[in-house]
């Protein structure tokens, strides 16, 4: 019986967290044809985008450097080293870029927003906006949502470009690569629709772990205890979700 009660316990509050992210993405549209906040969003973006991209550069350009050695291994066995660099920069910007991406700014950003929200939820913070007949979901939800949806492709640019110069510093410097075969393979090869796929699953990405942040914020109940509990729950189910996505975006866009 208890792992039955689990069970319907875990299906009721899945079924109701989902329900209220989908009703707070319906509220944010409406919410954007209110007052604009362009000095919220705008400094969202920076929070978001600038201030994030030295630990997304990091961890591309190491994600770079590991996957042409992985690779490396199991195309020398069959003579296509000169294949190594396409390889990389077409699993960067189809799927490792998009997915690291997402998680660094669910580990760095979303944490924050859940944390931030709920304090301001339990501190009646947002109530007393609420009797300013201020809109908590134009003055607070809309610019975090808009920020992280426009930011995260352009952090995914940034993390394709460091993962491939990482890639290549390693395979010439290291593997001993030919130089001229490895970069004119990517430009032969490496496809357009490649790194647009990658930067729409971004975009749809930046959209989803904005409103669950933003949502397990809202909704966060029991002072201090309840922000460690919110903001653990939003960084769970929003890497989840990227992953969950992931599949799904993949299975349709490729």
Same mark, same amino acid.
């Given at each position: 019986?208890?792992?039955?009660?689990?069970?319907?316990?875990?299906?009721?509050?899945?079924?109701?967290?989902?329900?209220?992210?989908?009703?707070?993405?319906?509220?944010?549209?409406?919410?954007?044809?209110?007052?604009?906040?362009?000095?919220?969003?705008?400094?969202?973006?920076?929070?978001?985008?600038?201030?994030?991209?030295? =630990?997304? *550069? &990091?961890?591309? @350009?190491? /994600?770079?450097?590991?996957?042409? !050695?992985?690779?490396?291994?199991?195309?020398?066995?069959?003579?296509?080293?000169?294949?190594?660099?396409?390889?990389?920069?077409?699993?960067?910007?189809?799927?490792?870029?998009?997915?690291?991406?997402?998680?660094?700014?669910?580990?760095?950003?979303?944490?924050?927003?859940?944390?931030?929200?709920?304090?301001?939820?339990?501190?009646?913070? =947002?109530? *007393? &906006?609420?009797? @300013?007949? /201020?809109?908590?979901?134009?003055? !607070?939800?809309?610019?975090?949502?808009?920020?992280?949806?426009?930011?995260?492709?352009?952090?995914?640019?940034?993390?394709?470009?460091?993962?491939?110069i990482g890639g290549y510093l390693v395979g010439i410097g290291v593997l001993g690569l030919n130089p001229t075969s490895y970069t004119k393979n990517i430009q032969v090869y490496i496809d357009m629709t490649d790194l647009t796929y990658g930067l729409?699953?971004?975009?749809?990405?930046?959209?989803?772990?904005? !409103?669950?942040?933003?949502?397990?914020?809202?909704?966060?109940?029991?002072?201090?205890?309840?922000?460690?509990?919110?903001?653990?729950?939003?960084?769970?189910?929003?890497?989840?979700?990227?992953?969950?996505?992931?599949?799904?975006?993949?299975?349709?866009?490729?």
């Amino acid at each position: 019986m208890g792992i039955i009660a689990a069970i319907g316990r875990f299906t009721i509050n899945f079924t109701r967290d989902m329900g209220g992210v989908f009703l707070l993405f319906i509220s944010t549209i409406k919410a954007l044809f209110e007052k604009p906040r362009f000095h919220l969003t705008a400094e969202q973006m920076y929070f978001i985008g600038v201030k994030s991209t030295l =630990i997304v *550069a &990091l961890t591309s @350009m190491f /994600v770079g450097m590991v996957e042409v !050695l992985q690779i490396y291994h199991g195309f020398h066995k069959f003579g296509a080293e000169s294949m190594i660099g396409y390889t990389v920069a077409v699993s960067l910007g189809r799927e490792l870029s998009p997915v690291l991406t997402a998680l660094m700014i669910v580990a760095r950003n979303v944490s924050a927003m859940a944390a931030e929200l709920g304090t301001m939820r339990v501190t009646q913070q =947002i109530d *007393a &906006l609420e009797v @300013m007949a /201020v809109n908590p979901i134009n003055f !607070l939800v809309a610019p975090r949502v808009i920020a992280t949806t426009v930011m995260l492709p352009a952090l995914v640019s940034l993390s394709n470009a460091i993962g491939n110069i990482g890639g290549y510093l390693v395979g010439i410097g290291v593997l001993g690569l030919n130089p001229t075969s490895y970069t004119k393979n990517i430009q032969v090869y490496i496809d357009m629709t490649d790194l647009t796929y990658g930067l729409i699953k971004a975009a749809v990405f930046g959209l989803i772990i904005s !409103l669950i942040g933003c949502y397990m914020g809202l909704t966060t109940k029991g002072g201090s205890r309840g922000v460690g509990i919110s903001t653990t729950k939003a960084v769970v189910a929003a890497s989840i979700s990227v992953l969950v996505a992931d599949y799904f975006l993949t299975a349709f866009l490729f």
